[in-house]
């Protein structure tokens, strides 16, 4: 937070600078002030598209491991697309019939996936399938 205060602060400080500039005009008079509007706005549009590049660069590599799903683990558990949905709505705290309703699924279905996912992982309970299922990455 500090460093973009700081950038922003040394961004407003170039602009007083270049009106400065065309107020006392240093160069030679014949150059208006809308020229020197002019190249503060492209300057601006050029940074504006420098920081945003590096920015967008910065959260794309903070992206750690534990943000992507290991498949592999999935394919070495014999998760079902179906079951990994059940799996990734139990991980977001949704009850037996929640999941039924927003997978257009009946409950008995639903509760037939939850205990299946419960046997691939090795778990009795809600609360450690959800806990190992992130552990292993297989909910985001």
């Known amino acids: 937070m500090k460093k973009t205060i700081l950038v922003f602060g040394l961004l407003i400080t170039a602009l007083l600078v270049l009106f400065q500039l065309g107020r006392y005009r240093i160069f ?3 150059v208006s002030s809308e020229v020197v509007i002019s190249i503060a706005a492209i300057l601006f549009f050029i940074l504006g598209i420098y ?3 590096k920015w967008n660069h910065q959260t794309e590599t903070e992206l750690s ?3 992507k799903i290991d498949y592999q683990k999935i394919n070495e558990l014999e998760l079902s697309k179906r079951e990994m949905e059940v799996l990734q ?4 705290g949704l009850s037996n ?3 039924s309703d927003k997978l257009f699924i009946s ?3 639903t509760k037939t996936h939850v205990s299946n996912i419960y ?7 809600r609360s450690q399938a959800i806990l190992l299922s992130k552990e292993l990455n ?3």
Do not use: H, W, Y
């Open 107 to 109: 409950q008995s279905t």
């Open 97 to 99: 019939q929640e999941i």
């Open 89 to 92: 709505e139990l991980a977001n």
């Open 138 to 140: 297989l909910v985001k």
């Open 119 to 125: 046997s691939k992982l090795g778990v009795n309970r």
């Open 65 to 67: 491991p534990i943000d």
């Open 28 to 30: 030679e008079g014949d």
């Open 51 to 53: 920081f945003r590049n």
